[in-house]
């Protein structure tokens, strides 16, 4: 009898958790647990957001490098002949070089000879294709806009092909998915890039 109320004593001087220690503890874990958790989501979206920002640059930044080491080369003729250089057109920029030398320019589907640049303003893209009878190829997305204006020798803007000495280009891009915390532009942030170019090639 003496071991069993002793039994009995120990185990009324136990201690334990009451139910609302239990529950105090748990809603102090769930908010530590919600913060953590908040933090992270901020932590991804910005990760997120900032690949998004640097995806968009370099996209922006091939293009126009392409563009500029090509038009660079419009008029290239070695051996003379016949080289438009640049043409003139307000819906495409089409740039010529002869590349083989032979006083002709190939407009036959993937010549390099021919190269032209356009916008598709429907699946906000530019284009790039070789030769005239060539096929449109993706160059860059996510374009909102890509224009183009042509110099003559004097800096003024010119409608003729053969006048043109400089080409200007402007390239704005936008990310491919919306930033949560950018509120403008439907959440999608902007880069544009601009360039002017005077092909060497080209008579002054």
């Known amino acids: ?31 530590v647990l919600a913060g953590v958790a908040g933090t992270f989501t901020a932590h991804t979206r910005q990760n997120n957001a900032e690949e998004q920002i640097v995806q968009m640059q370099q996209n922006v930044r091939a293009a126009l490098d392409l563009m500029v080491r090509e038009i660079q080369m419009a008029g290239y003729k070695p051996n003379g002949g016949t080289v438009t250089g640049v ?10 070089a002869d ?6 320019i190939n407009t036959a589907a993937g010549s390099e000879e021919d190269i032209i640049y356009a916008y598709d303003n429907v699946n906000f893209q530019i284009t790039r294709k070789l030769g005239s009878s060539g096929t449109a190829q993706l160059l860059a997305d996510n374009i909102t806009a890509f224009t183009f204006s042509y110099l003559d020798a004097n800096g003024s803007a010119t409608t003729t092909s053969s006048s043109v000495r400089k080409v200007s280009i402007s390239i704005t891009a936008r990310t491919a998915k919306p930033d949560p915390s950018f509120t403008s532009n439907g959440g999608k942030r902007t880069y544009q ?6 092909p060497p090639n080209l008579p002054l």
């Open 99 to 104: 590349m083989d030398g032979n006083g002709s």
């Open 87 to 96: 043409t003139w057109s307000t819906s495409q920029l089409e740039i010529q």
């Open 193 to 198: 890039l601009s360039a002017d170019i005077t």
């Open 1 to 31: 009898m003496i071991g069993i109320a002793m039994t009995i004593s120990k185990l009324k001087n136990t201690a334990g958790f009451t139910l609302i220690e239990i529950l105090v503890s748990m809603t102090i874990g769930l908010v």
